[in-house]
């Protein structure tokens, strides 16, 4: 992961000088990459939050609605997107223009690192704009971009707030790469990959990395470089979610 210059301070600045603020969740874990000190300083300053289900294509729909009346309890407009799938950015451009004071509009783009914050952007923009990255904590600056004559987005640098990277990596907001241990919550995650689909996903990593054919000296199953290789694809919304009872559960077992 590149170190960005105090992501935290930009994303302040960003809050103050945008109209808007879109704060962009992981459809996945919605509570988990929420920034609820970033969120009140927005209301604090008079700015409307819009929050962002993003990756809803890798979601059954049940967890998403569920979590947009949730979101949407608390006050806030909410939309899926699929910066994937490109669904829904009609629908933002739509709700950015209705809770807009003026036009046209600056639109600050705020959220945890790697919920897909430089794709939104480049989606809504339409052609490659802001780079978007695979590696976590990628974006720099803080970057002006026009969408259309109403609506200019400020792309900021995803913040990473909890200090557990056993946690962060299945968040997605830290590289596999960089953990000493990555078969801990690659274990985790194959786990309740292989309760969910056992014929699809074994239940170790060691079984993993032979079905990958990742062997060292000796036909030794090399379980580091499966379990990086597992949690990429993770990062990457490879895998998408089997059920709703299973998203629970990994919910449940990070929150632990
Ligand atoms: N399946 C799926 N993957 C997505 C979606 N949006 C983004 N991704 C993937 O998520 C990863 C991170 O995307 P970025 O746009 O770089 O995320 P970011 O929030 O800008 O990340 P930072 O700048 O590091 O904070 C990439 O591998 C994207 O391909 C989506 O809607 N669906
Ligand atoms: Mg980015």
């Known amino acids: 992961m590149r170190k960005t210059k ?8 960003i809050i103050r000088d945008a109209d808007v603020v879109l704060e962009v969740l992981d459809a996945r874990f919605p509570d988990l990459t929420r920034l609820p000190q970033y969120e009140n300083l927005a209301k604090k300053l008079g700015k409307p939050v819009i929050i962002v289900l993003n990756k809803a294509d890798l979601v059954p729909k049940e ?19 699929s910066t994937k799938e490109r669904w829904g950015t009609r629908i933002l451009r739509k709700t950015i223009k209705s809770v807009a004071p003026k036009l046209p509009v600056v639109v600050g783009v705020i959220g945890y690192a790697n919920v897909g914050k430089s794709s939104l952007v480049n989606v809504l923009k339409g052609k490659t704009a802001a780079p978007a990255a695979p590696v976590p904590g990628w974006t720099r600056g803080e970057q002006l971009v026009k969408i259309s004559k109403e609506i200019y987005l400020m792309d900021t640098p995803g913040i990473i707030p909890l200090t557990d990277p056993a946690r962060l990596v299945l968040i997605g907001a830290y590289d596999p790469n960089r953990l000493e241990d990555p078969e801990l919550p ?13 014929e699809k996903w074994p239940a170790t990593i060691e079984e993993y990395a032979k079905k990958k054919n990742y062997l060292l000296k000796g036909g030794v199953p090399d379980t580091h470089r499966a379990a990086v290789d597992l949690l990429s694809k993770w990062q990457k919304g490879k895998i998408s979610v089997p059920s709703l009872d299973w998203l629970k559960k990994v919910d449940a077992e990070l929150n632990e």
């Open 6 to 13: 105090n992501p935290e301070k930009q994303v302040l600045r």
């Open 186 to 198: 690659a274990e985790l995650l194959l786990r309740v990959l292989h309760s969910a689909d056992p």
């Open 63 to 81: 967890w998403a609605e569920d979590w947009k009346k949730i979101l949407q309890r608390e006050g806030f407009p909410v939309v899926f997107v």
